[in-house]
């Protein structure tokens, strides 16, 4: 920004450093059209930020849209994007008036954005402003247990979470080729036998009501991801043997 002082008052406008080259996103870039458009709006709305006179504003408008000239942008784009500018449009006419807020799950961006320009066109109809709101899914709602299921059905690729019925012991596992009655059978030879056996001097015999299933994954990598996270939950509140 560059303040100019004429007389008792102190003016502002768009400083640009004489080696700038103008070099920004090339229209023909392989880029989204949305990242193109949004420079363009960003570089104007900079200029009328700090530019604060017209005459200013009206000079970098100037400067701005032979630099996007240079980079191939349309001229049509670039007068739309002006013509913003100067004449904001009237959406609401009762500033006073709050939103209306409207709550919806976000699927992608192409699809969001389709969203909203629907609500703006239909706000404008109705004299009222409408703002999307878009949520989406938590890792903490894949974590969370929603329903009871069994503690051993015939499944691979699940995580699974064994409780001491004697203690507060826990461990966290994962079978990805293996039947979980399988991996029951094989623990009783692992750290949970032997947790049996040296705290608690209890042969291992009967396991499967102890073994709670947590997630049924797709691939390996997404059962080793859960397992780290039930692992790392579990570890605030009960002794773990992982």
């Known amino acids: 920004m560059e303040v100019i002082k004429i007389d008792h008052r102190l003016e502002t406008c768009v ?3 004489k080696t700038n080259k103008g070099l920004l996103l090339h229209y023909e870039s392989h880029v989204d059209s949305r990242y193109k458009r949004s420079l363009l709006r960003t570089m104007l709305d900079r200029a009328k930020r700090l530019s604060c006179a017209p005459e200013f504003l009206l000079q ?12 191939k942008y349309p001229e049509k784009l670039i007068d739309s994007a ?14 006073s008036d709050s939103p209306i807020r409207i709550i919806m799950p ?6 969001a954005d389709v969203v909203r320009k629907q609500l703006y066109d239909l706000g404008r109809k109705i004299d009222h402003e409408l703002q999307p709101i878009f ?15 069994p503690p051993i ?8 979470e064994y409780k001491c019925d004697l203690c507060d012991t826990n461990y966290i596992g994962y079978t990805r080729c ?10 009783k030879h692992s750290v949970i036998g032997k947790h049996l056996k040296d705290e608690h001097n209890v042969r291992p015999s009967n396991l499967r009501e102890n073994f709670t299933i947590l997630k049924k994954c797709r691939t390996k990598l997404e059962c080793l991801i859960f397992k780290m996270l039930y692992t790392f939950e579990r570890k605030d509140r009960n002794l773990t043997l992982n």
């Open 135 to 149: 949520t989406s899914r938590k890792i903490v709602d894949d974590l969370r247990e929603t329903e009871l299921k």
């Open 15 to 17: 400083y640009r450093k």
């Open 153 to 160: 059905v015939n499944q691979q690729s699940v995580v699974y």
């Open 178 to 187: 293996h039947d979980l009655h399988q991996r029951v059978e094989e623990h």
């Open 106 to 111: 976000y699927k992608d961006q192409k699809s």
């Open 60 to 71: 970098e408008c100037k400067n701005l849209k032979g630099i996007f000239l240079k980079l």
């Open 82 to 95: 002006i013509k913003r500018v100067h004449h904001p449009p009237d959406l609401i006419h009762a500033p």
